[in-house]
C-alpha cells in the first residue's frame, strides 16, 4: 500500500476538523512570534464564520500548505466574508480568505507541557490587543532579536 501524498493528509485532517473533531497540529516557522513558537503544539476546531472574532487565530489553506494566522479585519464585500489575517510577526497581512479557504479556529496552544486556553476572556482580550498592535508586533521582533544577539555575544 502507497502512502497517500501530503494533499491527500490535509484533506483528510480537514475533514477531521470539518466533522467537529478537534485536531492537533505542530506549528512551524516563526510568522505567529512571540505568541506562538515553532514546536508548539495547536489544537483547532471548526466554527462558522460568525462565531469568529477580531483577534481569534485562524487556520487556513495557502497552496499546499496551512497557515495559522491572526484574525485582524472581517470585510463584506457583495454579500460575501472575506476575512484578512496577519502573523504576528508579519510586516503586511496576508490576502484575504473566504469560507473555502478557512479551515478552523485555534482554541488552545501547547508549550513544554504548558497548555494556554484561548477560552477565556482574559486571553480573548490578550488576541483582541495583538490583533490591534500587530502592525507594530514586527518592530519588536526585530529590537529582540537585535538585543538577544547582543547579550548572547557578552556570555
Known amino acids: 500500500m502507497s502512502n497517500p501524498d501530503y494533499t491527500e493528509l490535509l484533506e483528510l485532517a480537514s475533514d477531521i476538523i470539518q466533522d467537529k473533531k478537534v485536531l492537533k497540529l ?5 510568522s505567529m512570534f512571540p505568541y506562538l513558537v515553532g514546536g508548539d ?6 466554527c462558522s464564520f460568525d462565531e469568529l472574532r477580531i483577534g481569534d487565530i485562524l487556520v487556513f489553506k495557502s497552496f499546499n500548505n496551512w497557515i495559522a494566522h491572526r484574525l485582524i479585519n472581517k ?3 457583495e454579500n460575501k466574508v472575506l476575512l484578512v489575517t496577519k502573523g504576528d510577526s508579519c510586516k503586511y497581512p496576508e490576502m484575504p480568505i473566504d469560507e473555502k479557504t478557512f479551515i478552523g479556529k485555534v482554541i488552545s496552544f501547547e508549550r ?11 486571553r480573548k482580550f490578550i488576541n483582541l490587543i495583538f490583533a490591534k498592535i500587530s502592525q507594530w ?8 532579536l537585535k538585543v538577544n544577539r ?6
Open 26 to 30: 505542530k506549528v512551524g516557522g516563526f
Open 41 to 46: 503544539l495547536i489544537c483547532v476546531e471548526f
Open 75 to 77: 470585510n463584506k464585500i
Open 112 to 122: 513544554k507541557g504548558r497548555i494556554i486556553r484561548f477560552d477565556s476572556n482574559h
Open 137 to 144: 508586533v514586527p518592530l519588536f521582533f526585530v529590537y529582540y
Open 150 to 155: 547582543k547579550l548572547k555575544s557578552f556570555f
